[in-house]
């Protein structure tokens, strides 16, 4: 498996310059193709979206084309029911100072939560919180804002979220 793999990691670097990535997991199609701006913005399985960059998967459940979850409502596919993985990027959780109203009145809904831990990149900043459920995301912010840890914030979705079937019920 691990001759499998070096070759694969070889090949991918070539793939994602050429702009076309087949997603293959194990040896086998993941039935996904696109540029990897696509297959990242848009991965057709939880494996897919894992491979290519950093995710995090909240709970939701789908309901007349809408998924509700402790980050929010937004958008599910149709055909879409029942219990689902609401996949969120790094770059698509936003943080500011606890609150619990919307100062921007943009209706985005917002989760208590406390940073936990923070690594500092120059330009950037990964942090972890965590929501007053236990549930931990990653969020990747612009350092000109400096977060410590036990920092108590709000969170909100601010980007886009995939919406799938549940793996793991």
Same mark, same amino acid.
């Given at each position: 498996?691990?001759?499998? %793999? ?8 070539? !793939?994602?310059?050429?702009? =076309? %990535? /087949?997603?293959?997991? $194990? ?10 701006? $696509? ?22 459940? /789908? ?14 596919? @149709?055909?879409?029911?029942?219990? !689902?993985? !609401? ?20 209706? &985005? ?15 950037? +900043?990964?942090? &972890? ?6 549930? +931990? =995301?990653?969020?990747? &912010? #612009? @350092? ?9 914030? @709000?969170?909100?979705?601010?980007? #886009? !979220?995939? /919406? ?6």
């Amino acid at each position: 498996m691990s001759k499998w %793999l070096s070759r694969f990691y070889l090949t991918i670097a070539g !793939v994602l310059f050429l702009g =076309l %990535l /087949v997603v293959a997991n $194990e040896g086998i199609a993941a039935g996904q193709t696109g540029t990897p701006e $696509e297959v990242y913005g848009a991965p057709a399985t939880r494996w897919a979206a894992e491979f290519l960059g950093a995710v995090d998967v909240v709970r939701g459940t /789908v309901s007349g084309g809408v998924v509700t979850c402790e980050l929010g409502c937004f958008p599910a596919a @149709s055909g879409t029911a029942g219990v !689902v993985d !609401v996949l969120v990027r790094p770059e698509s959780v936003a943080i500011g100072p606890r609150t619990t109203d919307d100062p921007e009145g943009n209706g &985005r809904a917002r989760a208590a939560a406390t940073v936990v831990s923070r690594s500092f990149y120059g330009s950037e +900043q990964v942090l &972890r919180v965590e929501l007053d459920s236990g549930l +931990q =995301l990653n969020s990747r &912010r #612009p @350092s000109f804002i400096t977060w410590q840890v036990g920092d108590a914030v @709000s969170v909100w979705v601010e980007g #886009p !979220v995939t /919406v799938l079937d549940c793996e793991h019920p």
